[in-house]
């Protein structure tokens, strides 16, 4: 874990993947590791995951754990819960224990969402 007061001006993305290098996170071999970075001033917030934990911890759910998780929780000013619980649910996530909730942040009740078989409707025309 990894909170800078601010990138100035630098992207997120590349920040993360140097410094997940340059700290070489989790062993070499399997490259297993993941480093979540708060850029307290920038607002931003990125999971950066090693390619051995990408089978388990997908980019979806990074995306749930940051959008579920950690952004409410700052949101509500409870920096320190959001950074407990996103870990949790990271070492959950490796464990495959934690799925989320399927929804998007706002959302409410059961999600009706068609992209799924958009997406499935357009493979299909493409391959028929």
């Keep these: 874990m990894l909170t800078v007061p ?3 001006g630098e992207d997120l993305e590349g920040f993360s993947i140097r410094v ?3 700290w070489k996170i989790g062993t070499a071999e399997n490259d297993n590791g993941a480093i979540l970075l708060v850029s307290r001033d ?3 917030v990125r999971l950066e995951v090693g390619y051995g934990l ?3 911890l997908t980019d979806l759910m990074a995306g749930r754990i940051v959008d579920q998780i950690i952004v409410p929780n700052f949101k509500a000013g409870r920096f320190d819960d959001g950074f407990l619980q996103a870990v949790d649910a990271i070492i959950a996530t490796v464990k495959g ?3 989320g909730t399927g929804q998007l942040p706002g959302q409410t009740g059961k999600s009706r969402s ?3 078989f958009l ?6 025309g493409a391959i028929g």
């Design 20 to 22: 997940a290098e340059a």
């Design 6 to 8: 601010s990138l100035e």
């Design 114 to 116: 068609f992209i799924p």
């Design 54 to 56: 990408e089978g388990r």
């Design 42 to 44: 920038d607002r931003d």
């Design 119 to 124: 997406f499935v409707a357009v493979i299909a």
């Design 97 to 99: 224990e934690y799925q």
